[in-house]
């Protein structure tokens, strides 16, 4: 817990931020060639990858799941669009008449919305699931504790000891782990 | 008189018209040593002794010609068990001797009782009791009748190196009803003189409480002997009036013939027995050898008594004067709280410094009366300064204070007879913690070989004393001092025990009745078991005294009565293992673990089934199962901490907490997009290429 904390501290600056810059550096030297020689590629894609650009700039978790889920799904639904630009070959001009058709626009952003929707409509169903699991769990854990008292006695509960440590410090999820199953 | 005559025509009754009768009576017979039997119906108070009531008794051999009868002793003493061998042997001597002893169950106290079988003399007692008169003995009947019949017996006695200590007129008794020749009665019913009246005891030994005369030596036994042709010559005790005090102080002022003869005219040759036997210097006193050339005919010179250095002027103290150190000495003793009041101030020095004259004893009186006031004057001096100012005033004299008075070889029996009274209980504590004993070695003019012997058991009893726990303290002296006393628990009271062979048996039958509610080892149990067995693990009595403990004390307790079934027997003890095993409920209990409970109370119950303590002991201390059960116990704990943190984790919302369920739900999320799309990458790839 203390490490993940401690890992979980920004640097700032200094040499870990020389670094993420030299990555980008280089990224781009090696995408800017790409991208000027697969221009009309570049301009669908960016063009159609506007919800993934809008999950990039919301999600600013370190897991950035938010732009796993609708990344995948956008990136899914630009595919028809590129590759019926691969088909009429590459140009720009193709490209913007690619764009002009509400088809690969429904695909694309269909795709990401149904990323979005997944996204949104999960927490409740996630929510109820779990309520099933506490019960299901403090059941467990009641039984178990019932077993320990009567094959070792009351004095297995050490009253005294277990609220001292309560007291002392709260439980967080990382520091427990299940007794047993 | 007359009860010596119906003993008489007791004993010519019929066997089994007396077994009728008995059985009829108080009760049946009692056998004794498997040899003899014993009457209860039948008593024979012309036998009596002062702590033993004599019965009728027979030996179950009919071709036996030696008559016999019981004495069944005191419970509350024990008597002189160690003389029975040596003088089972010494039958053909004109003497009463033991032939058999057991402890046996006696119907009249429905109680057990020590019951001794001794020879049975056909004459009666010379003198009734102590105070009786009768005729007077000439010089003739003197030497005939009594030294020359007794003289083997002492002089047997004296060559085993046993001293009788309890020769005395009323204890001689006519061999046969002819009445021409005397024997002596037994000496073993009781402590070693015990039963002897002052009179016949040597002046350390008089001015000593009975209990305290110790075993003494045949010195002692000729001293009695000489008191005791005295008497037979005067015809009766002269001084029977006098107290013990007075007997003493006129034995120190007078010397003990000037007591018991006086004035009276007495032929030349008794003249010069009697002062050499009644000499008061024990060095001075006549020998056996004496005795023997003088019964024989040889003339010796007649011992004069050593008069007691006289004061130019007395000492008075309770309106009396005092003109020496020892009488002086006495009447201290006498008067213990007087006399600690007429020491304050210096007195009593400078009487022993000018009238006495003895520069040294008063440099010594000066050391302990200086040294208790600590400089100040006017404080009487305590119990201890007192009773070394005796020893000072008087260095043959016994160890004494207050009531307590001993010779230095009895001071364990002194305990053992007075155990029943606290001060004396308290005094004797006092003693040992006041190191007197040592003093009384210090106070003596030379040091004896078996002073070494005794000084290193009176350090053994500062020892026990100072570890006041079960199985050490006061009870642990009472039987280490004195080994055939009885076990004084009170749950023994009716049991007698003495042997550490009766002590499982005799607790065993207490649980006859049901199961009692105290435990079966309390201190004098555990005194008397760690005194008479040697060996008993140091573990085992430090267990005992862990009153902090329950459950060490307990098992020590098994442990204990384990090792006594180990030595001694006997092997089943259903009852005695059903009142240790009931006392293992906090034992069973200190295991934590049900299964091993229940595990333990089936081999409690198949141990108290068999009887066996050793088994039982061992079942409930198994340190393999004590180390399971500690280690299973802890890891329980542990985990029924865990479970409850978690327990509480989860019905405080931990699974259900919004952050929680968001973080996994972008977790799922992510993950389902995942598969979404690469379903979707490979049914597009599948359109495309197909």
Known sequence: MAARKAKDIPTGGGAGGGIRWGRISLGLLVALPVMVVLLPTTIVTLVLSLPTLVAVLVDRTRERYLVATVGLLNLCGLLPALIALWERGQSVDAAMRLLTEMLYWLSALGAAGVGWAIFISLPPLVGSYYGLISQRRVHQLRKRQKQLIEAWGEDVTGHGDLEEDEEEEEPEPGDLEPAAG | ?690
């Not at chain 2, 130019?312 to 709280?337: I, M, V």
């Not at chain 2, 003596?444 to 020892?463: C, D, I, N, S, T």
């Open chain 2, 1 to 690: 008189m007359s009860d010596q005559a119906e003993d008489l025509r007791l004993e010519e009754a019929t066997r089994p018209a007396r077994r009728e009768r008995g059985g009829q009576g108080q009760g049946s017979t009692v056998v004794v040593d498997r040899r003899f039997e014993v009457e209860p119906g039948f008593p024979l108070p012309g036998l009596d002794q002062p702590h033993a009531r004599a019965f009728a008794a027979a030996a179950r051999d009919q071709t036996s010609p030696r008559k016999v009868y019981a004495l069944v002793c005191d419970p509350l003493l024990a008597p002189r068990r160690g003389l029975l061998g040596p003088l089972q042997s010494l039958a053909r001597l004109p003497m009463i001797v033991p032939l058999g002893y057991e402890t046996v169950f006696w119907p009249p106290d429905n109680a057990r009782r020590g019951v001794l079988i001794l020879t049975r003399p056909e004459g009666e007692r010379i003198q009734s009791d102590t105070r009786a008169s009768f005729a007077p003995f000439d010089e003739d009947a003197i030497l005939r009748k009594v030294v020359l019949p007794l003289l083997p017996a002492l002089v047997e006695l004296g060559a085993r190196g046993i001293s009788h200590r309890a020769i005395r007129a009323d204890n001689l008794f006519f061999r046969d009803a002819s009445r021409s020749e005397c024997m002596l009665g037994e000496c073993v019913s009781a402590p070693a003189a015990l039963d002897q009246p002052s009179v016949y005891e040597p002046i350390e030994g008089a001015m000593a409480l009975p209990a305290g005369r110790g075993v003494g030596s045949t010195s002692d036994d000729l001293y009695a002997f000489g008191v005791t042709l005295a008497i037979l010559l005067r015809g009766g005790n002269p001084v029977a009036e006098l107290s013990d005090e007075a007997i003493v102080h006129s034995k120190l002022s007078r010397g003990t013939y000037g007591t018991l003869v006086g004035k009276q005219r007495l032929p030349l040759s008794l003249t010069e027995a009697l002062r050499g036997l009644l000499s008061d210097e024990t060095a001075d006193r006549w020998g056996l050898n004496d005795l023997e050339m003088w019964a024989n005919g040889r003339h010796l010179s007649p011992k004069q008594p050593m008069a007691l250095a006289r004061a130019s002027r007395p000492f008075e103290f309770q309106e009396k004067d005092y003109w020496n150190c020892r009488t002086l000495s006495l009447a201290f003793g006498s008067h213990w709280d007087e006399a600690r009041q007429t020491l304050v101030g210096e007195e009593l020095i400078t009487w022993v410094h000018r009238s006495v004259g003895d520069e040294k004893r008063a440099e010594g009186l000066a050391l302990q009366l200086r040294g208790a006031q600590g400089g100040r004057a006017g404080d009487a001096p305590g119990d201890r300064q007192l009773a070394r100012v005796l020893m000072v005033l008087d260095g043959k004299a016994p160890l004494r204070q207050r009531q307590f008075s001993t010779r230095i070889d009895a001071v364990g029996e002194v305990l053992a007879v007075h155990y029943g009274d606290q001060s004396m209980r308290q005094i004797f504590v006092d003693i040992l913690g006041n190191r007197l004993i040592n003093y009384w070695f210090e106070a003596q003019p030379g040091m004896r070989p078996e002073y070494a012997v005794l000084k290193k058991g009176y350090e053994q009893l500062g020892f026990f004393l100072m570890r006041q726990r079960i199985g050490y303290g006061l009870e642990r002296c009472l039987y280490d001092q004195n080994e055939f006393w009885p076990c004084l628990s009170p749950m023994l009271a009716d049991a007698y025990v003495t042997r550490i062979e009766e002590v499982l048996p005799a607790l065993e039958a207490l649980t006859a009745g049901g199961l009692p509610e105290r435990e079966p080892v309390d201190r004098h149990v555990a005194a008397f078991i760690a005194a008479r067995t040697s060996g008993v693990p140091e573990r085992i009595l430090s267990a005992l005294g862990r009153e902090d403990d329950e459950v060490i004390r307990r098992l020590g307790n098994v442990y204990l009565l384990a090792e006594v079934q180990r030595l001694a027997g006997p092997k089943r003890l259903p009852g005695l293992a059903a009142w240790l095993g009931r006392s293992m409920g906090p034992v069973i209990e200190s295991f934590h673990s049900r299964e091993i409970r229940q595990t333990l109370a089936l081999e409690l119950q198949a141990s108290v089934e068999a009887g066996d303590l050793y088994h039982l002991a061992l079942a409930m201390d198994d340190g393999k199962l004590r180390k399971e059960d500690d280690s299973g116990f802890a890891n329980a704990t542990a985990e029924y901490s865990a479970v409850t943190r978690e327990l509480a984790w989860v019905e405080q919302g931990g699974l259900t907490r919004p952050q929680f369920v968001f973080a996994k739900s972008q977790q799922i999320a992510a993950v389902v997009a995942g598969c979404l799309a690469s379903l979707t990458v490979l049914v597009m790839t599948m359109l495309y290429v197909g």
